[in-house]
């Protein structure tokens, strides 16, 4: 029987070695920030927005052409500790 993953955590390698874990409720919200938001940007010095894991609504700023690498892990609820 195939697991559901709770959320996705998604972590964002940018230049000068800084790293960022955001989080999405699912796959699809992922993907929709994914394509709409960073991948038509992509080379751009303009700044978009990144939503952040910890409290909802805050959000970090971003220039998409320091983004080097991304790496998007399900999480599931059973293999985490809860604070």
């Known amino acids: 029987m195939a697991r559901t993953?709770?959320?996705f955590a998604v972590h964002?390698?940018?230049?000068?070695?800084?790293?960022?874990e955001v989080?999405?409720?699912t796959i699809q919200e992922f993907q929709h920030w994914y394509?709409?938001?960073?991948?038509?940007r992509t080379d751009s010095k303009e700044f978009i927005n990144l939503p952040m894991k910890t409290v909802?609504?805050?959000?970090m700023v971003i220039?998409?052409?320091s983004?080097?690498?991304l790496r998007v892990e399900p999480v599931f609820t059973s293999?985490?500790?809860?604070y």
């Open 5 to 7: 993953p709770s959320e």
């Open 12 to 20: 964002v390698l940018m230049e000068g070695g800084h790293r960022e």
């Open 23 to 25: 989080r999405f409720a």
């Open 35 to 40: 394509s709409n938001e960073l991948v038509p």
């Open 56 to 59: 909802q609504g805050e959000y």
């Open 63 to 65: 220039r998409p052409s």
């Open 67 to 69: 983004i080097l690498a």
């Open 79 to 82: 293999s985490v500790e809860h």
